[in-house]
């Protein structure tokens, strides 16, 4: 599988709840609707941010009346909970440890992941965040099992 080494990553999970804590007490919470495990690359720009929040918000994977994946988190009411994780960067290819030099650099991601849940907000739903850069313990239950992989498109 070849992937983009310029663009926004997401992993993103339908939960029944989900939560996040930071040295022992849970920063955030929310009910139904999505975990977004969301990475930026090295030379991503604002634009790979609303284009990931755009394909989240209107993402089609929560369940219709009669159960089938028809309804976005907008359509449905559901919240986001907003996870920066560098480590969707690792490649592993070579050797053993992962090496994260396709991620973007700290002040540059943590400015790419306030975007991206400030486009998602703009857009009506309802975000949560993590730590920016903490040591995060993130629990949840998948409901389904859902989980999509998304990256935005390469650019230029």
Avoid: C
């Avoid at 599988?1 to 007490?25: C, K, P, T, Y």
């Avoid at 929310?30 to 495990?37: E, H, K, M, R």
């Avoid at 907008?74 to 480590?87: I, P, R, W, Y």
């Avoid at 090496?99 to 703009?122: C, D, H, I, S, W």
């Amino acid at each position: 599988m070849v992937r983009n080494s310029e663009a926004v990553r997401a992993l993103v999970q339908r939960v029944s709840e989900a939560s996040v804590e930071v040295a022992g007490e849970r920063v955030s919470e929310i009910g139904p609707g999505l975990l977004v495990l969301v990475a930026a690359g090295a030379g991503d720009g604002p634009a790979e941010a609303e284009w990931m929040a755009g394909k989240v918000a209107r993402l089609r994977v929560l369940p219709d009346e009669q159960g089938r994946m028809n309804r976005s988190v907008l359509d449905a009411g559901g919240e986001v909970l907003a996870v920066s994780q560098f480590t969707l960067y690792g490649d592993a290819t070579r050797g053993n440890r992962p090496g994260f030099t396709a991620a973007a650099a700290p002040e540059e991601a943590e400015a790419l992941v306030e975007r991206f849940a400030a486009e998602l907000r703009a857009l009506g739903v309802a975000v949560r965040q993590g730590v920016f850069g903490a040591h995060m313990h993130v629990a949840l239950v998948n409901n389904g099992p859902v989980t999509i992989w998304i990256e935005s498109p390469v650019r230029g």
